[in-house]
C-alpha cells in the first residue's frame, strides 16, 4: 500500500557516445557544429537515497544492469582546444563548464523547436576519440530520431546565443533550475560551473574561423575503447606561497577589513572516535588543547582543557569565529563543557562552504596544498599519539599550524573570492567561496 516517506531516489547513470555518421556540419562561431547519426550507450550504475528536507545524501546503492544502447540523430558542438586551453588557464573547471552548456541547451531548445525537454539527451565529454577534443552532444531521445535536433541544427546560431543569454541572465551565483541544473541529470548536476560556462561561450563567440577538421568514423568491432583522457593539468605556483602559512602570528596582510574582529579555532582531543563508540559522540572525546588566532591582537592564544571558561568568553567577543569542520566536529567536542551555545555564535565554517559548493568534501591539507602552497605538518592521530606521550607542546604547535592554515584559506577566499582545489582529473581549479567582502556584525 502507498506509503508517505522523507525521501527520494536519484539514478546514477554513465553515457557513452559515438557518431556512425556526419551528415551536416558547419562554423559556429569560433566553434564547429555537426549533426548526424549517433549510437547511444546509456548504463544505470545505481541510484542515491536522499532527504527531501536539504537533499542529504542518506545510502548510494549500486547496481550491475545490461547496458542500453539505440541509435538516434543528433547534433554536436566541437569545443576547440584553443578555447579549452584558456578555460583552464583561467583556473576554471572546464568539465563542469561544458556540462552546464549542456543543460542549458537542452533548457532553452524547446523554445525554438516543438519539443519538451525529456524528448531530448545529452553528454558532455572532455575528450572525444573521434573529434581528438572536447564535445557537448545533444541528441533525439527516441531511436532513430524524430527530427528534433536536425531542425535545431537549422538555428544552431539563435541556439548558442539565447544558452549564452539565459545563462547571464540568471541572477543565481553558481547555477540553479532556471539556467544550467536539470532535473534528470545522470550525474546530480555534479560538476557544474556557472562561470566556466559563460567563459566558454564568449571564448567561442569572439574566436575567428576554425580550421575543420575530419572526423573519424568507426566501424562495426572496430571501435577503441571510451578514452579517459581528461583536462590537462595546470602548472604555476599557486598565488600565495607556502612559507606565509608558517609564519606564526604574522598573518598575510591582504587588505581586509580592519573593523571585522575575527577568531581562528581550532582544537585537539584526548580520545579518539573509535574510543569513544564513533564520530556521533564526538562531545567524549575531550579537549586536549584548543587554539584561536585572533585578528585583533594578531596574536595565538592556547587553552588547555581547564582553562575552557577563558575560551568561551574569547570567543563572545568576536565578531565571526572561523574554522574547518567547526560547526560539525569543534563545537560538538566543546558542548560537554557547558558553554553558552556556540551555534548561536557568528561562523564560517570553510569545509561547509565547501560541501554546498561542490557536494563533496575536501581535506585542509589538499584546499593547502592547491590554495596556499603548503601542508599540514601533522594529523589528528598523530596528536593523539603525543596525548598519550604526554608531548603536549607538540600538540600545540600543530594545531597552531592547522590555526594558520585555515586563517590563509579565510583570508585568500576574503581577498579573491575563490579557493583553489585539484579536481578529480587533477586540474588546477578555482572554488568561488561566499565570504568575500566579509564585515564585522
Same mark, same amino acid.
Request: hydrophobic share 40%.
Given at each position: 500500500r502507498p506509503v508517505k516517506v522523507d525521501y527520494f531516489t536519484r539514478v546514477r547513470s554513465s553515457k557513452e557516445t559515438e557518431i556512425i555518421q556526419v551528415v551536416k556540419n558547419k562554423e559556429l562561431f569560433g566553434a564547429r557544429c555537426y549533426w548526424g547519426r549517433l549510437l547511444i550507450t546509456d548504463r544505470v550504475v545505481g541510484y542515491d537515497v536522499r532527504q527531501i528536507r536539504g537533499q542529504r545524501l542518506i545510502s548510494r546503492v549500486d547496481l550491475d544492469l545490461p547496458p542500453q544502447r539505440f541509435e538516434t540523430e543528433g547534433l554536436w558542438i566541437e569545443i576547440p582546444p584553443v578555447v579549452k586551453e584558456a578555460c583552464e588557464r583561467s583556473l576554471l573547471h572546464f568539465m563542469g563548464g561544458i556540462?552546464?552548456?549542456?543543460?542549458?541547451? +537542452?533548457? %532553452?531548445?524547446?523554445?525554438? %523547436?516543438?519539443?519538451?525537454?525529456?524528448?531530448?539527451? =545529452?553528454?558532455?565529454?572532455?575528450?572525444?576519440?573521434?573529434? #581528438?577534443? !572536447?564535445? +557537448?552532444f545533444v541528441y533525439d531521445g527516441v531511436p532513430g530520431g524524430v527530427g528534433l535536433t536536425e531542425e535545431a541544427y537549422k538555428r544552431a546560431r539563435d541556439l548558442f546565443m539565447l544558452t549564452k543569454k539565459t545563462i547571464e541572465g540568471c541572477s543565481c551565483e553558481n547555477g540553479c533550475p532556471s539556467c544550467v541544473h536539470s532535473p534528470?541529470? =545522470?550525474? !546530480?548536476?555534479?560538476?557544474?560551473?556557472?562561470? #566556466?560556462?559563460?567563459?566558454?561561450?564568449?571564448?567561442?563567440?569572439?574566436?575567428?574561423?576554425? %580550421?575543420?577538421?575530419? %572526423?573519424?568514423?568507426?566501424?562495426? =568491432? #572496430?571501435?577503441?575503447e571510451p578514452s579517459r583522457a581528461g583536462v590537462r593539468l595546470v602548472s604555476g605556483k599557486s598565488p600565495v606561497e607556502g612559507a606565509e602559512a608558517q609564519k606564526g602570528a604574522e598573518a598575510p596582510d591582504f587588505g581586509l577589513d580592519s573593523d571585522l574582529r575575527y577568531g581562528v579555532l581550532d582544537i585537539e582531543t584526548q580520545l579518539s572516535a573509535q574510543e569513544v563508540g564513533g564520530?556521533?559522540?564526538?562531545?567524549?572525546?575531550r579537549v586536549s588543547c584548543a587554539v584561536v588566532w585572533d585578528s585583533g591582537t594578531r596574536a595565538f592564544a592556547v587553552f588547555k582543557e581547564g582553562q575552557l571558561h577563558h575560551l568561551f568568553c574569547l570567543l563572545q567577543r568576536l565578531d565571526l569565529v572561523v574554522g574547518f569542520n567547526i560547526k560539525r566536529f569543534d563545537y560538538k567536542v566543546l558542548s560537554r563543557y557547558s558553554p553558552p551555545d556556540l551555534? #548561536?555564535?557568528?561562523?564560517?565554517?570553510?569545509?561547509?562552504?565547501?560541501?554546498?559548493?561542490? !557536494?563533496?568534501?575536501?581535506?585542509?591539507?589538499s584546499l593547502a596544498k592547491a590554495t596556499l602552497g603548503a601542508k599540514k605538518s601533522a594529523n589528528g592521530l598523530m596528536a593523539l599519539k603525543w596525548w598519550k606521550q604526554g608531548k603536549v607542546r607538540k600538540i600545540i604547535e600543530y594545531c597552531k599550524k592547522d590555526v594558520a592554515l585555515t586563517r590563509d584559506l579565510f583570508i585568500f577566499g576574503k581577498r579573491s573570492g575563490y579557493l583553489l582545489f585539484k579536481n578529480k582529473e587533477g586540474s588546477l581549479v578555482r572554488l568561488p567561496v561566499g565570504w568575500k567582502g566579509a564585515s564585522s556584525r
Open positions: 556540462h552546464a552548456i549542456e543543460h542549458a541547451l +537542452i533548457g %532553452v531548445m524547446p523554445l525554438l %523547436v516543438l519539443c519538451d525537454r525529456n524528448d531530448l539527451g =545529452g553528454i558532455s565529454i572532455t575528450f572525444h576519440p573521434q573529434l #581528438a577534443s !572536447g564535445a +557537448i534528470k541529470c =545522470g550525474s !546530480g548536476n555534479r560538476p557544474i560551473d556557472k562561470g #566556466a560556462a559563460i567563459f566558454l561561450l564568449k571564448e567561442m563567440e569572439k574566436k575567428s574561423k576554425v %580550421v575543420r577538421r575530419p %572526423v573519424q568514423t568507426f566501424t562495426e =568491432g #572496430a571501435r577503441p564520530w556521533h559522540r564526538a562531545e567524549h572525546m551555534h #548561536a555564535l557568528p561562523t564560517l565554517d570553510i569545509l561547509e562552504e565547501v560541501t554546498n559548493r561542490l !557536494g563533496y568534501r575536501l581535506s585542509l591539507d
